[in-house]
T-cell receptor
C-alpha cells in the first residue's frame, strides 16, 4: 500500500517570502500522479498543482512550483511571494495510474498547516 | 456552473444509528468519490463510483456502503454508527475515472456521533 508522509505539521512564513512544504511517499509503482491540495478554513479542498510521474519537468502554476525527485520519492511544494490568502492546510496526495480496486482513490498525507504572518 | 454540493452540512447521530449523506457532482462529471476526514488528519478514501458502478474501495468496514444514481448523484450510507465515525465526509467528482484529472471537492458533511 502506498503511504504519503508530510513531516511538517506547521510552517510559518512572512508575507511576500518563499516557503517550501515537504512531502515524501512510498510506492512500488513506477507510474502514478502526485497532487498538492489546499484546504482553507472554509473546508473546501482545492487543487493547487499536479505532477505526472513520467514527466521529468517540474510542474509550475504561477507562484506555486514543485520539486519532484522520483528516485528519492520526494515531492515538495514551493510557494513564492506568499500572500495572506495562502494560509490553509496543505495536503500532499498520491494516486496510482493503474486504477485497480482501491488504487483509484487519492492517498493523502496528514497535512501541513501554513501560517502567513503579515 | 455549480460546484459539488453535499447535504446535509451538519448531522448529529447517536451510536448504533444509521446515516445517509448525499452528494451532487458537477454537471457532466460521471465519477464520484467519498472520503472520510477525521479531525487533524488527511482525508481517507472510502469509495469511488463511476458510471453507477463501484470502481474502488478503501479500507473501510462493510458498515459503509454507497450508490450512484442515473443522474450521477451519490449517497453514502453508514450503519451501526460508532463514536469513531465522527468526521468530515467529503465528496469529490471528476470528469474521468482515472489519471491526473482533477477531483473537485464539495464542502463536506460534518457528522458527529454521540
Amino acid at each position: 500500500a502506498q503511504t504519503v508522509t508530510q513531516s511538517q505539521p506547521e510552517m510559518s512564513v512572512q508575507e511576500a517570502e518563499t516557503v517550501t512544504l515537504s512531502c515524501t511517499y512510498d510506492t512500488s509503482e513506477s507510474d502514478y500522479y502526485l497532487f498538492w491540495y489546499k484546504q482553507p478554513p472554509s473546508r473546501q479542498m482545492i487543487l493547487v498543482i499536479r505532477q505526472e510521474a513520467y514527466k521529468q519537468q517540474n510542474a509550475t502554476e504561477n507562484r506555486f512550483s514543485v520539486n519532484f525527485q522520483k528516485a528519492a520519492k520526494s515531492f515538495s511544494l514551493k510557494i513564492s511571494d506568499s500572500q495572506l490568502g495562502d494560509a490553509a492546510m496543505y495536503f500532499c496526495a498520491y494516486r496510482s495510474a493503474r486504477g485497480r480496486g482501491g488504487a483509484d482513490g487519492l492517498t493523502f498525507g496528514k497535512g501541513t498547516h501554513l501560517i502567513i504572518q503579515p | 456552473d455549480a460546484g459539488v454540493t453535499q447535504s446535509p452540512t451538519h448531522l448529529i447521530k447517536t451510536r448504533g444509528q444509521q446515516v445517509t449523506l448525499r452528494c451532487s457532482p458537477i454537471s457532466g462529471h460521471k465519477s464520484v468519490s467519498w472520503y472520510q476526514q477525521v479531525l487533524g488528519q488527511g482525508p481517507q478514501f472510502i469509495f469511488q463510483y463511476y458510471e453507477k458502478e463501484e470502481r474502488g474501495r478503501g479500507n473501510f468496514p462493510d458498515r459503509f456502503s454507497a450508490r450512484q444514481f442515473p443522474n450521477y448523484s451519490s449517497e453514502l450510507n453508514v450503519n451501526a454508527l460508532l463514536l469513531g465515525d465522527s468526521a468530515l465526509y467529503l465528496c469529490a467528482s471528476s470528469l474521468l475515472r482515472q489519471g491526473a484529472n482533477e477531483q473537485f471537492f464539495g464542502p463536506g458533511t460534518r457528522l458527529t456521533v454521540l
